[in-house]
């Protein structure tokens, strides 16, 4: 052995830079499920290509300790996905009742008429903003997909091609274009700004106006183990608990919460101007409690989804090798974005 003495290195096994909550800008150290490498949902691929390598991007899920949001990382931009979209809600018809039955009860609670102003964020082809227009309410719709904003246009919905923040919105209030209803129904979870994103509505409300929001309930997805949920397009999954926070950031209040069965159990929070709505119902109270008791006020009800998550994968694995060991044949149907993450993660 030489008496020469060795080198020194310096050797690190792993760099990790832990990323920051979008919402709070508090470092991400704790992971609620890490379903590995997945390609984003929504690139189909054309028989040509089957052979050619695909992008693959981390499904790993983080919950921020002080806020209590639930997150991936901005993998892939919104552009890539929304820009040319291939999802059109109006395909869905129970969507669309859905959609008429909201409006139906806006128009009611709120006494919209033809002077009122409704803007939906994430418009699509106009599915919602339609059942306004046919009762003389003038709307406002603003999509990103340039391919499905022209649907809307074709069945006279008004639609501004643009992803909405705050710049939009500066430019709609020198327009004159504020509004008595903003919704925002399950587009909240494809915002990778929230901050931007909720100081633009913010900006846009007038000062008696409410905003809806509609999401996934976090609370279902881990009841339920619904971890094929989670897809790149989707960068944040909400409690009322966070979105109060949330809210309360950006001078906004919740004044109201209705439990919907969407999605598999989805909710829709109302917003407006702190103080401008003197009555907030018990329905917010009652759910933060449902919440708290469920602990979703804690770092380990998120972080002990995970080995729910290996458990019924491991369990769909064995049930699928039985029935080929048996014999059987499998057969799928349905081209669903949660259909990626089964497929890939399993």
């Known amino acids: 052995m ?12 792993e760099i990790s830079l832990k990323p920051n909550c979008r919402l709070c800008g508090t470092a991400l150290n704790y992971t609620v499920v890490d379903l590995g490498m997945s390609p984003p949902c929504e690139s189909f691929r054309q028989e040509n290509e089957l052979g050619r390598m695909e992008e693959y991007y981390p499904l790993h899920v983080r919950v921020c300790e002080e806020c209590m949001l639930v997150q991936l990382e901005e993998y892939v931009s919104r552009e890539s996905i929304f820009e040319e979209y291939a999802y059109f809600s109006s395909y869905s018809t129970s969507w669309v009742e859905h959609a008429k039955r909201y409006c139906g009860a806006m128009i009611e609670r709120f006494g919209l008429g033809g002077d009122s102003f409704v803007v939906e964020i994430a418009s699509n082809d106009g599915y919602l ?11 406002l719709g603003i999509e990103p997909a340039a391919n499905v904003a022209k649907a809307a246009i074709a069945r006279n919905v008004p639609t501004r091609i643009a992803f909405f923040g705050q710049r939009l919105a500066d430019d709609m209030v020198a327009a004159g274009q504020q509004a008595d209803l903003i919704a925002a129904n399950n587009v909240l979870a494809q915002v990778p700004d929230l901050n931007d994103f909720l100081a633009g509505m913010r900006r846009i ?11 996934p309930h976090v609370a279902t997805l881990l009841a339920h183990n619904q971890f094929d949920t989670i897809y790149h397009e989707h960068f944040s999954y909400f409690s009322l608990l966070t979105v109060q926070i949330a809210a309360r950031l950006h001078g906004l209040e919740v004044f109201d ?24 119902s018990p329905r917010v109270a009652d759910l933060l409690g449902q919440e708290r008791r469920a602990g979703l006020h804690t770092v380990e009800a998120y972080t002990s989804f995970a080995a729910r998550a290996r458990k019924a994968k491991r369990n769909l694995l064995y049930f699928l090798i039985g029935v080929k060991e048996r014999g059987g044949r499998i057969c799928g149907y349905g081209a669903p974005g949660k259909g990626n993450t089964l ?3 399993c």
Request: net charge neutral; glycine share 10%; aromatic share 10%.
């Open 129 to 139: 903003l339609q059942h306004f227009v046919t009762r003389g309410i003038p709307v």
């Open 343 to 345: 497929l890939n993660y």
């Open 205 to 215: 409300l007038k000062p008696h106006g409410a905003i809806t929001l509609e999401f």
């Open 2 to 13: 030489s008496s020469q003495s060795s080198p020194s290195f310096s050797y690190v096994s």
């Open 257 to 280: 919460v209705e439990e919907l069965p969407t999605h598999g159990g989805s909710l829709r929070i109302y917003l407006g101007h702190a103080g401008a709505h003197s009555v907030i």
